[in-house]
């Protein structure tokens, strides 16, 4: 069985960690505060000081950070992954991060003959917990299905996307989708609360209908029930809507309600609200308790 390093031990990282534990396999962390990583290393998994100790002594290393500028320290800072890895290993990052850093870490790996997946996911907390993410590939296909077992432990569907940076691609299509079904939602909410509805049957109601989606029956509920402990953080939603916004306008592409929606949350972070859950925006309408 292969020995799994896994780097990042937050609201996602750490239920995918358990998962990996569940199934057998051990597993080595590290987490930019070891506190954040006391539940897994409690459940059985080893500790190492840096991401170049936790590549040295595993065959994958799996990756979930925050930002791109995360993901490029722990793979090429001082004690990065790139400072452990020798041949054979592979790398496989499951933060939402840019196509060209994927690329950039992949053609860095096959310096080493060693192999390197961008592999997103869609889910939030309860697809984390429940071991039902959507996990989105880009990379070569054989090296997928080598460590296809590993991430079927968190995962209810894994697709190849294309080559490196393509999982990351389908990864910002998956959030301009979400940009749109979140600014509903809270509108939808606003509007029925305005016409006097009794907002849970609201719910119900559309959650039966065509308007039925992700974010209306995860997020919806948690509104009503004041709940906006983050699923999602809202301040890495907006990164990745600048990611997204950053992709299109390369490409020549003017989306303008993804616009919308990176305005609307570059306003809750900027109001404070960013280490709140992306139901949050909920706060540019209604006051949000204390």
Sequence with gaps: MKKIGFIGTGVMGSSMVKHLLNAGYP????????????????AGAIWANTPKEVASQSDVV?????????????????????????????????????????KKIAEEAEKFSCEALDAPVSGGDLGAKNGTLSTMVGGKESVLEEVRPILETFSKTITLQGTNGAGQHTKMANQIMIAGTMTGLVEMLVYAKAAELDLDKVLQTVGAGSA??????????????????????????????????????RMGLFLPATLQARKLYETVCDDGYGDLGTQALIHLYWTLPE
Aim: net charge negative; hydrophobic share 35%; proline share 4%.
């Design 27 to 42: 597993v080595t962390v590290y987490n930019r505060t070891k506190e954040k990583a006391q539940t897994v290393i409690d």
């Design 62 to 102: 799996l990756t979930i950070v925050g930002y791109p500028t995360d993901v490029e320290e722990v793979y090429f800072g001082e004690n990065g992954i790139f400072q452990g890895i020798e041949t054979g290993k592979i790398l496989i990052d499951l933060t939402t991060s840019t196509p060209s850093l994927a």
């Design 212 to 249: 039925a989606n992700w974010s209306l029956s995860n997020y919806g509920p948690r509104i009503l029930k004041k709940d906006y402990s983050p699923g999602f953080f809202a301040k890495h939603f907006l990164k990745d809507l600048r990611i997204a916004i950053d992709e299109s306008e």
